[in-house]
């Protein structure tokens, strides 16, 4: 006789497993994978699923459309721990999925978390995709051109899933508490501010906002059978005050905007509130990060060529540690731009550049900087009258390499500030070179 265990209650598991998508019509979110007519729903609902990484921000759906699969397939479905197994087992389940392709069974093997495998790991599934013993669908956090062996990547179609909108995560939320696998059965009051409090909140990850609306259902006051949750109660669950924003709608853009001027404005204290107002709102770390790393070049440029370095530096320690460490992080990245020369050239020289792409589209390479590899190529002049830079004495030479259309245009033009002057110094000098050469030839 089979013991009971209470742990295998269903009321007993957190509100994320147990309101877990069983189909593509509970699933939110990631419409442009998902939605009718798109690749992964056709691919799901004619049951056709070939070797896939799912890549994305934890709590966006990677194991979820993994279990849709395991309900939709005639496949025989082993979900596999990168964190708990090792080659033996990995051998063990493989040799089981050949048995079965044997038996004309095919066999879907899902790893989580496939990142956390070593190369040889990686290695002992790749004969077995090869030969369709097994079609294999991993999920990772990483990005998969970095952590999964190139050889098994390119035998999987990747799909990249998205962070969650506060839009889905608020739809998320209201089911939760209709749904009987959730607060269906009780009499929850709570407004739509509130939710959407939940959801800025949760940052994109949908097991984020559920166990949260969990702990705030749980510590809100009970009167009568009535769960009224107010706002005071979610700020003492979260520990967030009025600082929460919706990080798709306005003020998200005003905080950024706010962030930019003031570094661009050259005032540290303006710029490490609005810093600390991102942060302390749930803000991604990473997208402020990316955004000082845009600045470094679009308002700083060559006038300081460190801050480049030090924003790309910052980038990499917040997504190595993440929040609350990486605040530090950002915070010396946005004090050095802050303080660092300004310089709006390089945005200057490229949006000019642009102009002229776009215009003159059409415009062929000069063929004296075509790249002739072939017999043909260079009978057709490819490459004629090239000159190596490196034969010269001035290592420069008249070469010219922009269309004729074009030429004398000029896009770069430094300014007198930080480091820039340098640059400018140097660029005079080797057009000055130039037109005395051009001089020296019409004589």
Request: hydrophobic share 40%; proline share 4%; glycine share 6%.
């Amino acid at each position: 006789m089979e013991q009971i265990n209470i742990f295998d209650n269903p009321n007993n598991q957190p509100l994320a497993s147990r309101l877990r998508p069983e189909t593509l019509d509970e699933f939110v979110g990631q419409e442009h994978l998902v939605a009718p007519g798109k690749i992964l729903h056709r691919l799901i609902e004619s049951d056709t699923i070939t070797s896939m990484i799912f890549w994305g921000p934890p709590g966006v759906g990677k194991t979820t459309l993994a279990r849709i699969i395991a309900g939709h397939t005639r496949s025989a479905f082993i979900d596999f721990s990168a964190v708990t197994s090792g080659i033996k087992e990995i051998r063990a389940v493989m040799k089981n999925a050949e048995e079965n392709r044997r038996f004309g069974e095919r066999t879907i093997v899902f790893v989580d978390e496939i990142h956390r495998f070593n190369k040889a790991q990686q290695d002992a599934f790749l004969p077995f995709v090869e030969k369709g013993s097994i079609i294999l669908i991993g999920a990772t956090t990483e990005n998969p051109s970095f952590e999964v062996n190139g050889a098994l990547l390119s035998r999987c179609k990747v799909f990249v899933l998205h962070e969650l909108s506060t839009d889905d995560l608020a739809k998320l939320i209201e089911r939760a508490l209709t749904d009987p696998r959730g607060f269906g059965g009780q009499d929850i009051r709570i407004g739509s501010d509130e939710i959407r409090m939940i959801a800025a909140f949760a940052n994109g990850d949908a097991r984020t906002a559920l166990s949260t609306l969990e702990m705030i259902v749980l510590n809100s006051d009970e009167q009568d059978g009535i769960v009224t949750v107010t706002k005071d109660t979610i700020e003492q669950c979260i520990s967030k005050k009025s600082l929460l924003y919706d990080k798709s709608g306005e003020e998200h853009y005003n905080l950024i905007s706010a962030l930019h001027k003031s570094m661009r404005n050259s005032d540290p204290d303006a710029a490490v509130y609005w810093l600390a107002r991102m942060l302390e709102a749930g803000e991604d770390p990473i997208y402020i990060a990316r955004r000082v790393t845009r600045f470094a070049s679009e308002d700083v440029g060559l006038a300081d060529p460190r801050a480049l370095e030090i924003s790309v530096a910052a980038y990499q320690a917040c997504h190595f540690i993440g929040m609350p460490e990486c605040s530090v992080h950002l915070t010396e990245a946005v004090i050095y731009l802050s303080l660092a020369p300004k310089s709006n050239a390089m945005e200057a020289a490229y949006l000019a550049a642009k102009q002229d792409a776009i215009t003159q589209l059409a415009e062929p390479v000069p063929l004296q900087i075509r790249n002739g590899v072939t017999r043909l190529m260079k009978e057709t002049g490819y490459g004629k009258g090239y000159k190596y830079a490196h034969d010269f004495e001035e290592k420069i030479t008249d070469l010219k390499c922009l269309p004729d259309s074009l030429e004398g245009r000029e896009y770069y033009k430094p300014t007198d500030q930080g480091l820039e002057p340098r640059f400018k110094e140097r660029l005079d000098k080797i057009k000055e070179w130039k037109k005395g050469f051009a001089q020296n030839d019409k004589d």
